[in-house]
């Protein structure tokens, strides 16, 4: 079958829309009509040739998405023709000793591991090979994905919100609740105020946080932060002096949602003792962060995560519930919605930090 898709053909380059032709789903695919796909920092790593899982072009993009259900592959009874869904980053196996351990995001199912490094071969231009980011590439009008990726959602809920569900929201609220596990009253600090430690907020507020210290080097994305419940913000200098200033002692949980050189061993150091730190952004390769060992030694715990330690069938149907209650705001982190030819200037808004999220809307 034909469809448009934002197609990468020249890292650093400009994507191209084409015709390229999507096959039909295999046994346990499932090919999604693509309503709405965010536009994330991982996808801008990809284009500019700095992603390890996106090796060989041409390329789709895009990974955070929601949509309909077209068609099913043999074997496929999760969903069916007509069921709108979010599609999960991660469609674990199930099998494997990591699923059997209900760390789903440490799948090391063989299908699932083919899937992280482009998917078996569904989409072709001019009849050569297109992969998919993570097996999905959802800057298209249609997406051949695995039946184990795709949540069910309500009919009536919005797929430009939804769909942000599956990486910046479960990224940044699976790092509070599922990572650090954030109690009530705790004191937390964010750094990096962006689409994803937004939700890094808002998961503090969920989780019962008192105080939530927002941390971000741009002004308007600190007054973004306060509306998503930061009981206090600042502009990064010396970070452990701020924060004591607030928080004596430290706060208990910090989160690095930056990924900039630098900023994980301060955050480190605003912590308590016995605090958690979690580097939520995507780390800065070959830059060791230095960490104090004499902190360490007092109970603190330097963390990591991958998309929020997400069991997808558990922590997307929740958030979609929260967000239908009104108690995640979903609508605040949208600020725009560009059709797929203006995905390039989607990308671009991205990277300038201006925006909180852009939803490709189809
Ligand atoms: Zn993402
Ligand atoms: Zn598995």
Known sequence: MLMRAAVLTEYGKPMEIHEADISDPGPGEVRVQVKASGVCGSDLKAIDGKSPVVSRLPFILGHESAGIVESVGAGVSAVKPGDHVVVSMSGPCGRCPACGAGRFHLCSGPDRIATIMGGPPRVHLDGVETRRFIGIGSFAEY????????????????????????????????????????????????????????????????????????????????????????????IPADLPAQVAEIVRGGVDHAFDVTGVPGVLASAFAATAPGGTTVMVGSPPQGRPAQIEPGLLFASRRLMGTQGGDSAPHRDLPMLAALAQQGR???????????????????????????????????
């Open 328 to 362: 995640l705001d979903l609508s605040g982190l949208i600020s725009e919605r560009l059709p797929l030819e203006r995905i390039n200037e989607a990308v671009e808004h991205t990277r300038q930090g201006a925006v909180a999220r852009t939803v490709i809307t189809f």
């Open 143 to 234: 997406a051949v994905v695995r039946e184990a990726a795709c949540v069910k959602i309500a009919k009536d809920a919005p797929f430009d919100a939804m769909c942000l569900l599956a990486c910046g929201v479960i990224t940044g609220v699976g790092a509070v609740l599922n990572v650090a596990r954030v109690e009530h009253g705790a004191a937390v600090l964010v750094v990096g105020c962006g689409g994803v430690g937004l939700n890094v907020i808002q998961g503090a507020v969920l989780a019962g946080a008192t105080t939530i210290i927002a941390a971000d080097v741009a002004e308007q994305k600190l007054k973004l932060a306060e509306r998503f419940g930061a009981t206090h913000t600042l």
